[in-house]
């Protein structure tokens, strides 16, 4: 076994939210008097912290994104929260690396409580010995600061026996800035060659495929 620690993301990763996500965003846009078009359009949000996301992609201000994501939460809390799945494969993995005396943790650049919300309701939590999200205090913002106190905190010793699994740009330089590599798991919700142009340590398509390079 190559990996002793593994750090997962988690929109797009362990689980489609994009239904919830894309019904929040589109929700708050709407509402801020921005046209929306399709909900393909809106994947972008899927993965990139979302006040980052709204200044990038619509070219609000720090303020104006700071609103939006009051707006935005609001609605996710209350509307969009549970609009998820697992993605396929997931859980067997999860199960298969344990066997393996794997050590499991969530880093997400989700606001943690929702995170664990969705992994305790799925039963999920049980596999992970960390999970760490974006915080109320905002103390954590960057892809990198969430993986380094995820690394703080599980101590590993050596960073060439942890890897990161995510499926957008963000996770892979995210993980880069931390010092870790990171497989591209591509869920449908990056752009062509985005994981790669990123700099993955590998692309694959399925958890299938996932298990065989870290498993063997």
């Given amino acids: ?9 988690f929109d797009g990763t362990l689980f489609d939210t994009s239904e919830g996500i894309i019904k929040g965003v589109r929700h708050t846009l709407e509402q801020n008097g ?13 993965g990139p912290p979302i006040v980052q996301a709204f200044k990038e992609f619509y070219g609000m201000t720090e303020k104006q994104a700071l609103a939006a994501k009051d707006l935005y939460r609001k609605y996710y809390r209350e509307e969009g929260l549970f609009l998820c799945k697992p993605i396929d494969g997931a859980k067997e993995c999860l199960g298969r690396l344990l066997q393996a005396g794997c050590t499991l943790a969530v880093a997400t650049s989700k606001p943690e409580m929702f995170a664990r919300a969705i992994l305790e309701k799925f039963g999920f939590s049980e596999y992970f010995s960390l999970i760490v999200g974006a915080d109320p205090e ?9 993986i380094s106190f995820v690394l703080h905190e599980l101590q590993p010793g050596n960073l060439a026996d942890v890897i990161m699994v995510g499926d957008r740009k ?11 590599a990171c497989i591209g798991l591509d869920s449908g919700f990056s752009d062509p060659g985005e994981l790669e142009n990123a700099g993955a340590a590998a692309v694959v398509h399925n958890y299938r495929e996932l298990s065989a390079i870290l498993l063997g």
Avoid: P, Q, W
């Avoid at 076994?1 to 993301?9: A, G, N, Q, W």
């Avoid at 905002?138 to 969430?146: H, N």
């Fill in 170 to 180: 963000y996770d892979v330089i995210g993980a880069k800035k931390a010092g870790l």
């Fill in 138 to 146: 905002e103390t954590r913002l960057e892809k990198s600061e969430i």
């Fill in 34 to 46: 921005y046209s929306v078009g399709e909900d393909k359009e809106l994947y972008k949000f899927i």
């Fill in 1 to 9: 076994m190559k990996y002793k620690y593994i750090l997962f993301d």
